[in-house]
């Protein structure tokens, strides 16, 4: 996984592209687009009243989170998954990602990337002052998050491990912004999102540091706020839970 840097908005298409992903997840994560649901260029291009080359772009990014699935002869459908699936997904990304942040602190991250990932904190402490973030304030959380993320994964020195995570991330809701969206106009949800950036400067003071077994667990740790959200949604222990679990079929 090349950690280049993430724009602020997804290219291409910029703006149109961010919010026409955000709007097609929260319609699937709604449950108002259903599991199985065919979803087509053109008429999300009409429902969304944005041109179809961001639209392209916000369907390929829904695939590769897991939402949408592409199929044969065109287009793209929502996926169903079990509530395993879901929950066993994040806790491979977890472990994954605490392997690359015990290795980044054992064999010491390369200090261009280390100065990279402070500046991309930075940007997301800048975000959090605000209280309550926005479209446009959410959307660049969105891209700052996933920078720092494959910034981590860089930062470990091994191919093989970015390639390992970069299909995990691509397993259905284990991306980690894919359950963040939702949350975002709910006063729980910015406190949910400062507790997770201080987890991201945590790992990377023990990633300078050297202190391997520090980062591992931390970063560990790091995804369970995922599975949380997910329990949270499944079982509706939150005002603010996924409607979107229509998506997850339950396993007795």
């Known amino acids: 996984m090349n950690a280049a840097p993430v724009p602020d908005v997804v290219e291409p298409g910029g703006s149109q592209a961010v919010k026409a992903q955000l709007r097609l997840r929260e319609l699937i ?8 649901t065919r979803i087509a260029e053109v008429a999300v291009s009409e429902m969304l009243g944005v041109s179809r080359t961001p639209v392209r772009s916000a369907l390929m990014r829904l695939e590769q989170e897991g939402l949408l699935e592409a199929l044969p002869n065109g287009g793209y459908a929502v996926r169903t998954f079990s509530e395993r699936d879901v929950s066993d997904a994040i806790e491979l ?10 290795l980044a602190a054992e064999r010491g991250a390369p200090p261009v ?7 991309c904190l930075a940007r997301i402490d800048e975000l959090l002052r605000e209280s309550a973030l926005d479209d446009a304030g959410f959307s660049r959380y969105v891209a700052s998050n996933e920078q720092f993320h494959a910034l981590l994964s860089e930062m470990s020195g091994s191919p093989l491990i970015a390639q390992q995570l ?3 991330v691509n397993l259905p809701f284990a991306s980690p912004s894919a359950f963040v969206v939702v949350q975002a106009n709910s006063p729980a ?3 949910m999102l400062v507790i997770a950036q201080d987890q991201h400067t945590q790992v990377l003071d023990a990633i300078e540091a050297r202190e391997g077994a520090r980062a591992e667990a931390l ?5 369970r706020i995922a599975r949380r959200n997910l329990r949270e949604a499944l079982h509706g222990t939150v005002d603010h ?4 679990v229509q998506l997850i079929r339950r396993r007795s």
């Open 29 to 36: 994560l709604a449950g108002e687009l259903a599991g199985g």
């Open 93 to 102: 990304r977890g472990t994954l990602e605490g392997l690359a942040a015990r």
């Open 113 to 119: 990337v280390l100065r990279e990932a402070r500046a």
């Open 166 to 168: 970069e299909r995990a």
């Open 189 to 191: 949800a910015r406190d």
């Open 219 to 223: 970063m560990r740790e790091h995804s």
């Open 241 to 244: 839970s996924l409607p979107g």
